[in-house]
């Protein structure tokens, strides 16, 4: 077909979901879908066959009844800043829900707020500044990404070192299941027994559905907050700082570490926030909480990097630098896109003490294929980020940039690892499941699915791959 | 080296050679319809739940650690080991597990993940919900999972370890847990304080202070403890030596106040009597002064205590039993009733010939159904232990 017609079908469904949306909200042209190809990583693109895009939960319902009504799948999507494939569409409709912006209430006594799916993450925290509280995960696209698709992810950042990842801050959810129906996940009033559905939920990747209105908590904003930088002529030593502040008892709110390709790649872009460029590896350490005691934990943070041979430690002296210094942190991925047309983003665990023997086996992995590795991640959590920038045009180093992407990845999980830690397996890493885990756990995750979505229509052929939903021995003798 | 120090401890089964008998164990039930009883340190054998089982599977025995690397905080153990043995093996490294359910420390870690239990640390480190990375299952099905892993952050697929936490052994038997851990504060003080529950919950609401746990005890509870006979917020803070003296300067001012030998929060997990009934209530954290207000007064009536996690908005209700007559089951009931009414309630222990009529079964709502259905179809694991019809 051409990219402007639809087969008859298509037509009628359209019809049906602009009498729903309006017309302008209903999208068929290839022009008008290419922003809906890919999502935050380079290198996947797939079609939607049809776009719809509702303004209210009224719509979303609407909307999902009748792709049940009709057998359709369908693949939520947010922002579209995801790191993993997870919201491509191949030929299917694509529900995006950016337009459900409203943040329907603040309870500054309670620290919580109960928002829409497409609140984006930085405007939740803006609008609970007023009240000293901000929304603590804080993944490195916030100024883009969504509350939903935070959810769909269990979406992380920096500051989940101290404050925990999205599951530790909903407490409770609406959602919308594939087949329509509506459901309350969680208790926003109070504790729950049975089934944690809502931990389920989370981190489900738009294959149990969608989350209609949540529920989450607000942190209290620090009286103190001491952002630390500290420099290194060794990733190892750098490495080796983070493992004794952790085994001294100090829980930083955030621990980052950038090696030196990163540093000049920040430092070379629009986003330059004064690092050393002659550093093998420097550590962004923040700590906050009350002001009683802080300088103390920061006195110590700043002797335990100078101990592993820090050449240098500064800390930020306003909020302005403090801000600055993020920046370049929050916007490497952006700075290295300078560099390289297409970029390979993973980020596999590794426990704390294999990182200085997990961040030479990457260094020796980028030699032997010949691909330049720029390192950037949350060292606190173990949680590695190697970035390979590369040109998707030349077959020879695609095919090397992705051999030495599994190489790293096999090499996580043989260290008691895992393959993601916030990205989600979305599409591109499906392929390392199996190594992951053994068939019988592939075919429980199968079954939980098939009890939010029996029909598969939420977001098909992601997260877990096809040949390991066998039948589940339930089945036989499963009761209705 | 942690692992030598802990050696002794370790099971003498491989961790799959346990499971792979349990499967078989749990396969021949499923075939002979002979719903199995999980039991822990068994504990929770007196709480009056409902179970129908006509066989035990005891988790007791396969205790110890599988891994740990102080390093990494991080912990994998056996489901038989007690949190006893836990603390002991971390405070060795200067870590915790910061998890402190009601009840004895000869509790499993196990059972506490099962149970989903959790104490006063849960006011700053969250309920084992939180805490857990991961865990080895022998679902109703018969199959060996493994959910999750061993690293602080995971979402490498669906979150079945989510699942099975506080699902009380209903969609598998829980065999291997890994936990976070956390070092020990440099300070660890705990404090008694005399204030009302109001003026406490807006002290920790606005305080620049957070501390390690906040628990609210009633008369009653005081004076059993020693602590006092007015309403006393016990606190708990932790970490450097300038952080902790700035808190308690800011807890001084809220009333009469005294430190107190950490011993106390062990004295409070044993407090309640034996046979008691216990109902926890929970609601919005700012509805828990008023909350607090309401239960005592009924609490009171019955000769009980309560106390309370002011930041999570639970309030604990434990009420003496004395005898099985008629008479006293009528009152409990309307004790009970009472609490209930107050807002969401769960019931940890009841006499059991009260369970069926005054409890609301739990996981029975469509989707729930849905997973038992998957995990265990013939209903072979703890059936009834939700309150659950057959």
């Given amino acids: ?480 | 080296m942690a692992r030598g120090t802990v050696g002794a401890l370790v099971s003498v089964h491989a961790a799959s050679e346990i499971a792979t008998v349990l499967a078989d164990r749990v396969r021949s039930a499923r075939a002979a319809g002979t719903p199995l009883r999980i039991v822990g340190g068994g504990h929770w054998l007196d709480a009056g739940r409902p179970c129908r089982a006509l066989e035990t599977i005891s988790l007791a025995e396969d205790a110890g650690i599988v891994e740990y690397e102080p390093g990494d905080l991080t912990l994998t153990a056996r489901a038989g080991t007690t949190l006893a043995d836990l603390a002991r093996i971390t405070r060795a490294e200067g870590q915790w597990l910061p998890l402190d359910p009601f009840g004895s420390a000869t509790g499993t870690l196990g059972a506490t993940v099962a149970t989903g239990s959790a104490g006063p640390l849960a006011s700053a480190f969250g309920t084992p919900r939180d805490q857990v990375l991961g865990c080895e299952i022998v679902t109703g099905t018969a199959d060996v999972v493994r959910a999750g892993g061993r690293v602080v952050k995971n979402v490498a697929g669906y979150d079945l370890t989510r699942l099975n936490v506080g699902a009380w052994g209903t969609l598998g038997v829980l065999t291997e847990i890994s936990v976070r851990l956390r070092a020990l504060p440099e300070m660890d003080r705990t404090f008694a304080v005399e204030v009302s529950a109001a003026d406490g919950w807006t002290w920790l609401r606005a305080s620049e202070f957070t501390p390690m746990a906040a628990e609210l005890m009633s008369p009653a509870l005081g004076a059993l403890l020693a602590v006092g006979d007015a309403a006393v917020l016990l606190v708990r803070l932790g970490g450097n030596e300038a952080l902790v003296r700035g808190a308690v300067e800011s807890l001084a001012a809220l009333g009469p106040m005294r430190e107190v030998p950490a011993s106390m929060w062990e004295a409070l997990a044993a407090a309640e009597p034996p046979g008691s009934a216990v109902v926890r209530l929970s609601t919005a954290p700012s509805r828990t002064a008023a909350l607090w207000e309401r239960a005592s007064a009924i609490v009171e009536r019955a000769r009980g205590s309560a106390h309370a996690t002011l930041t999570r908005g639970v309030v604990r209700c434990i009420l003496p039993v004395s005898g099985d007559g008629d008479e006293e089951h009528a009152r409990l009931r309307g004790m009970v009733g009472a609490l209930q009414n107050l807002g969401t309630a769960i019931v940890e222990r009841l006499p059991a010939s009260l369970w069926p009529a005054i409890v609301a079964p739990a996981a029975v709502d469509p989707l729930s159904v849905r997973v038992r259905n998957a995990f265990d179809p013939d209903r072979i694991l703890n059936p009834g232990i939700l309150g659950e019809p057959a």
């Fill in chain 1, 1 to 480: 077909m051409t990219a402007s017609t639809l087969p008859h079908a298509d037509a009628a469904l359209q019809a049906r979901l602009a009498a729903i949306v309006g017309e302008r909200r209903v999208l068929v042209r290839a022009g008008e879908l290419r922003t809906y190809e890919s999502d935050g990583l380079p290198g996947y693109h797939a079609r939607p066959s049809i776009g719809v895009f509702p303004g209210t939960r009224d719509e979303t319902i609407a909307v999902v009844r009748l792709l049940a009504e009709l057998g359709m799948p369908f693949v939520p999507r947010g922002a579209g800043t995801g790191l993993s494939g997870g919201a491509l569409a191949e030929g299917v409709v694509l529900l995006g829900l950016h337009r459900l912006t409203r943040i329907i209430s603040i309870d500054a006594e309670d620290q919580r707020a109960l928002v829409e799916p497409g609140v984006v993450n930085a405007a939740l925290s803006r609008a609970a500044a007023p009240f000293g509280l901000h929304y603590a995960p804080d993944p490195s696209s916030q100024t883009a990404c969504t509350i939903g698709g935070n959810v769909a992810e269990n979406a992380g950042g920096p500051h989940c070192l101290k404050y925990g990842v999205t599951l530790n801050h909903v407490l409770a959810l609406t959602a919308l299941l594939p087949n329509g129906d509506v459901v309350t996940l969680g208790n926003a009033d109070g504790e729950c027994e049975g089934y944690d559905l809502l931990g389920a939920f989370i981190g489900s990747e738009g294959c149990f559905g969608v989350a209609l209105d949540v529920t989450v908590r607000l942190a209290r904003n620090p009286q103190a907050v001491r952002t630390l930088l500290a420099d290194f002529s060794s990733l190892d030593a750098a490495a080796h700082a983070v493992s004794a502040i952790v085994a001294a008892g100090i829980v930083p709110a955030a621990m980052e570490m950038m090696d030196g390709p990163t540093i000049q790649a920040v430092e070379a872009s629009i986003y330059a926030a004064g690092y050393p460029v002659d550093a093998a590896a420097i550590l962004l350490i923040e700590l906050d909480g009350a002001a009683a005691g802080i300088d103390a934990d920061a006195d110590r943070v700043a002797a335990f990097c100078r101990e592993a041979g820090a050449r240098g430690v500064r800390t930020a002296s306003d909020p302005a630098e403090r801000a600055r210094l993020w920046q370049g942190r929050k916007k490497a991925f952006g700075a290295m896109g300078r560099i390289s047309p297409h970029l390979v983003v993973q980020d596999a665990v590794v426990p704390r003490t294999k990182l200085p023997a997990m961040l030479a086996e990457i260094a020796r992995v980028a030699a032997e294929y010949r691909v330049k590795v720029c390192n950037v991640f949350h060292a606190g959590d173990g949680n590695l980020h190697p970035n390979i920038g590369y040109d998707a045009t030349s077959p020879d180093e695609s095919a090397r940039v992705h051999a030495a992407m599994a190489a790293i990845m096999q090499a996580c999980v043989a260290a008691g690892g895992t393959i993601t830690g916030e990205h989600g397996v979305g599409i591109d890493k499906l392929p390392y499941m199996d190594s992951l885990f053994s068939p019988a756990t592939l075919g429980a995750m199968c079954a939980l699915r098939d009890v939010f979505d029996p029909a598969r229509r939420a977001n098909p052929g992601k997260v877990v791959p096809m040949h390991s939903c066998r039948e589940w021995h339930a089945a036989p003798s499963a009761r209705s």
